[in-house]
């Protein structure tokens, strides 16, 4: 019994919360219940989001007895990096493992000069001209199913904790060369982020908080497939980053065919919420669509288009597909993808082509995860210190 009891304490004294996973207003909450004062909640953002410092003992602001009550309760994770590859464009892409093992991909988009065709706007996907971006996951897999995106092919295995976001950032932040310059995050990366609302806005206060990263919304995209009462959800929200839409076809048919999860919200249905949403002063909504050869290119969708979007204040991304063994569809040729540009622009849609970037290290959403996940452990290894 004395050994049950033992045991039981010992197990209420492990650092069981993680910490990274906490706002700052929860982590004030949970100070305040410890006999803290709440307002240590923004020195642990500083020393965490700001000085990069994890070891509670190394918190020198706060005092011995402090740091042991925190050390006791709360634990601070950090994400490892098993792969950063770097692209001969300079793209540079992570496979980052979880505390499950789960792996992970995020990428960094270094300052590149975008070279847009005549006939497209130079604003950059993320909507700041010439900076860099993270691309983040906000989920291990995804349940959306899109039948040309890699990640689909897992499946849904979980969702990722606030800590999981942030910690992509910070991460990222600490291997690349920011330079002392600004950033954007756009959530591209693995997942559906209104699938996983609630961990995906707590991430994006925590990555806003002026103690934390102190990053302004407007440097933040959420991309998502469509999700209309979650869109209006967002619609509410007081930090508002801003929207992309994955909106691929300009035909229902077409769309049910590449966005499976899109037959519960019709393209009108999605088109009706981006009215309704608050944009500030100037802001567009990203519309991005992935070119597929014979799909979804046709002189006739490009018209289409244009007209869906009339009266929006939109810019629309083209996406010419990222190929990868097991996606059944093909890259259209330059040649059509500008046509289709061109056909936009001349009916006043904004619209930007990406560029395809980081081919040579397989930056297609979903390749490294996967391929990692069929290797051997001892593989993995290897692969993880070439
Ligand atoms: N689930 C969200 C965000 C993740 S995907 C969404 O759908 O928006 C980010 C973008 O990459 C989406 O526009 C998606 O359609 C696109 N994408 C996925 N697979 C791709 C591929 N093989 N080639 C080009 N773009 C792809």
């Known amino acids: 019994m004395a050994h049950e009891a033992a045991a039981t304490k010992k197990a209420v004294t492990m650092p069981t919360i993680e910490l990274t996973d906490l706002t700052r207003a929860e982590i004030e909450s949970a100070l305040r219940d410890l006999g803290v004062e709440p307002y240590r909640a923004g020195q642990l953002f500083q020393w965490i989001y700001q000085r990069g410092v994890v070891d509670f003992a190394s918190m020198t602001n706060l005092s011995q007895d402090v740091r042991r009550t925190l050390a006791e309760h709360f634990h601070i994770s950090t994400l490892a990096i098993v792969r950063h590859d770097v692209s001969e464009d300079g793209t540079e892409k992570f496979l980052l493992s979880l505390r499950d093992g789960r792996h992970i991909e995020s990428v960094f988009i270094p300052d590149l000069v975008r070279r847009a065709p005549d006939h497209c706007d130079r604003t950059s996907e993320s909507g700041h001209s010439g900076s860099q971006t993270f691309c ?78 102190a990053l302004p919304p407007r440097r933040i995209t959420l991309s998502t497939v469509g999700l209309v009462p979650a869109i209006e959800r967002l619609a509410t929200e007081p930090l508002m980053p801003n929207l992309a839409i994955s909106l691929h076809a300009a035909s229902e048919d077409v769309r049910a065919r590449l966005v499976p999860s899109a037959r519960k919200y019709s393209i009108t249905e999605i088109l009706a919420a981006c009215r309704r949403f608050p944009l500030k002063h100037r802001d567009r909504i990203t519309f991005e669509y992935v070119l597929l050869a014979g799909i979804n290119d046709s002189d006739a969708e490009a018209r289409k288009l244009a007209k869906l979007l009339r009266g929006l204040r939109a810019k629309v991304n083209l996406i010419p597909l990222n190929p990868a063994a097991g996606i ?22 904004a619209v930007t082509v990406r560029k395809s970037r980081g081919r040579d290290i397989r930056a297609a959403c979903g390749q490294l995860a996967i391929e990692s996940g069929k290797k051997s452990p001892a593989q993995r290894l290897a692969d993880a210190i070439e």
């Open 136 to 213: 983040v996951s906000t989920q291990v897999g995804c349940a959306m199913g899109c039948t040309f995106c890699l990640t689909a092919t897992m499946g849904l295995v979980r969702n990722l904790s606030p800590g999981e976001i942030v910690g992509q950032v910070r991460v990222l932040a600490a291997a690349v060369a920011l330079g002392g310059k600004a950033f954007n995050i756009v959530l591209m990366g693995m997942g559906e982020p209104l699938h996983n609302y609630d961990q995906t806005m707590a991430a994006l206060r925590i990555l806003c908080d002026k103690k934390g990263c």
């Open 328 to 349: 059944p569809f093909e890259r259209p040729s330059d040649d059509r993808v500008n046509q289709f540009g061109r056909i936009l622009a001349e009916h006043h849609v």
